[in-house]
């Protein structure tokens, strides 16, 4: 960390912490930021004057104590900050990457609470369910931390035990985040094309889902049935006897950080094959079940002596539908074939476009994506180039990726970087070819049939389209008959008359005031009031040289028309 923690750091972690003394820490940290940003926006706040090197610099150090104040913050933000490093098409590229780096390793709590909890989830005290439990944690989170411990059956296992007092944190937080987000959402300038209530209870529910135990042994159990074909694949057991919404017991699976390079090696281990595998796994995730792992960061991913993949922590999953999946491929045909109205139809009906009276912008940004992006084979581009010129190009449009979206495009960044780091030569896109046109082959049939299915499904659109034109100019007569319609046109000659006449008033007016500063400067010279007529004199003056700019740009106009 570029800072140690402050004296307030962990203040929340407190048994009995007051509800108002944080509504204060966290309006002071809200309202700070909102001071930076106006700061960082005024010139005059740059010494020897802005520049867009400056600013970059001054966005980096604004994002690096954005996140040492998550950090003292407690759970809530952190889970709030790694939640906003997805959205990289709201937050600027520099506090993205610094929230990616949120880790939440915080102070352990201690084991007479740790005792308490499990006798109080599961009816029975430590000893009387484990033969042994080893009170030194071996990871502490800020949700939870993990004990080893022994089964008086003798299976080693793991027990998550969530904090203390972290329901109660959560419900004081999230109140005070809904104040913040309903702030947001009504300010002319932040509120503007940002559905921040929305964002927040999409917050709400990882959350709440994510701090539930019994919900994340239920998707670990889901994601083990899945993969259970795939001996390459494994994931703890879960044992529901010693298991509540406050503790989980997981069998121990012991392995290797998929990101610990030299530790691999020295196991001799195959790290491109391990590579491989990690994007394997993933697609068949997406393509295959539509029950995908939401947070694979190394931490979650390691690998046994035997080469095999092991997840652990299943508390943040995705889904995605069928229609989803359907959708995605409709974009898909759009890109490849660089219809960029195709593209912006399905985006607004998968609802990550908001539509607009207006949709020319977007429209020619999504063109000039699928311009610069097709020029590559599809196996030679990156996944984080494609996402991060994704959010670049819809940082202040109106797109609206949803959460799905998002840790789906992140997880696909960090497994290319992990695979990049095991085998410098690794392509996930190469690794996906085959996936995607399979995909696309159980989607239109065979591949000999695929041409004819897909020229087929042109003339259907064309039919379509022709048939429903004339229900479409009915329509647009509808609207313009509400008014909903408005037409707008210049006319440029005649904005040069009018522009002409208003300066030539303005003209007249300056004409008159210096005739009349003239005068009294004149009569009061002639009455020795010296010092007043010079300052008269000064006033005609200043008035005269606003005339004689003004009939100079009236010069200008007419040799420009």
């Given amino acids: 960390m570029e800072q140690g923690y402050t004296d307030k750091a962990y203040r929340w972690n407190r048994e009995n912490y007051s509800s108002k003394r944080r509504f204060v820490d966290i309006w002071s940290f809200v309202l700070t930021l909102l001071f930076k940003l106006w700061l960082y926006k005024k010139s005059w706040s740059y010494p020897s004057g802005v520049t867009e090197v400056k600013q970059t610099a001054r966005r980096k150090t604004q994002a690096v104590w954005i996140r040492n104040t998550l950090l003292d913050l407690g759970p809530t933000f952190i889970k709030v900050g790694q939640l906003f490093s997805t959205r990289a098409d709201i937050f600027p590229s520099e506090y993205v990457e610094e929230l990616a780096k949120l880790q939440d390793k915080v102070p352990a709590f201690s084991y007479e609470q740790v005792e308490a909890i499990v006798a109080q989830e599961l009816g029975k005290k430590i000893p009387e369910l484990f033969e042994s439990f ?73 959350l709440w889902e994510e701090i539930d135990y019994l919900n994340e042994g239920r998707n670990a159990d889901t994601f083990r049935r899945n993969f259970r074909a795939f001996d390459w694949v494994k994931v703890p057991r879960i044992y529901w006897r010693y298991t509540s919404s406050r503790v989980l017991t997981l069998e121990y699976l012991p392995g290797i950080k998929i990101s610990q390079y030299e530790a691999l090696e020295a196991a001799g281990l195959d790290r491109k094959q391990i590579a491989r595998q990690g994007a394997q796994a993933y697609l068949l995730q997406l393509l295959n079940d539509g029950f995908f792992h939401a947070d694979p960061h ?129 392509n996930f896109m190469e690794v996906a070819k085959p996936y995607a046109m399979q995909l696309m082959t159980n989607m239109n049939g065979s591949d000999t049939n695929s041409f004819f299915n897909e020229l087929g499904k042109q003339a259907v659109q064309v039919s379509s389209t022709a048939l429903g034109l004339p229900r479409r100019l009915e329509d647009t007569l509808e609207k313009l ?68 700019r003004l009939v100079m740009r009236l010069d200008r106009y007419d040799r420009m028309y």
């Fill in 134 to 206: 080893e009170p030194i944690p071996l990871a502490a989170a800020s949700l939870g931390q993990v004990h080893k411990a022994v089964l008086h059956s003798g299976e080693a296992v793991v027990v998550k035990v969530q904090r203390p007092g972290l329901k109660k944190l959560f419900e004081i937080d999230l109140k005070i985040l809904r104040g913040i987000a309903r702030y947001f959402q009504n300010h002319p300038e932040w509120g503007r094309g940002r559905d921040w209530i929305g964002i927040y209870e999409e917050c709400c529910r990882i």
């Fill in 298 to 426: 190394p931490g979650n991913i390691a690998v046994d002596p035997e080469g095999a993949l092991i997840f652990y922590d299943f508390g943040m999953m995705g889904r995605i539908k069928s229609n989803i999946r359907e959708g995605l491929m409709e974009t898909l045909f759009g890109i490849a074939s660089k219809d960029g109205d195709r593209v912006v139809k399905s985006l607004i009906d998968l609802g990550a476009l908001a539509p607009a009276e207006d949709m020319g912008p977007v429209r020619r940004s999504v063109q000039y994506m699928l311009d610069h992006f097709m020029d590559k084979p599809f196996e030679n581009q990156s996944v984080a180039a494609i996402s991060d010129d994704l959010y670049e190009i819809a940082y202040n449009q109106p797109f609206r990726f949803p959460a799905t979206f998002t840790f789906v495009m992140r997880a696909f960044s960090t497994l290319e970087g992990v695979g990049k780091g095991l085998d410098p030569e690794f």
């Fill in 481 to 548: 008959e509400r008014g909903d319609v408005r037409v707008r046109f210049r006319s440029i000659e005649t904005e040069r008359l009018l522009r002409r006449q208003s300066n030539i008033q303005l003209g007249t007016t300056y004409a008159l005031l210096v005739s009349a500063f003239t005068v009294s400067a004149t009569i009061l010279f002639v009455n020795h009031y010296l010092w007043l007529a010079i300052f008269i004199a000064l006033i005609a003056a200043v008035i005269s040289w606003l005339l004689i």
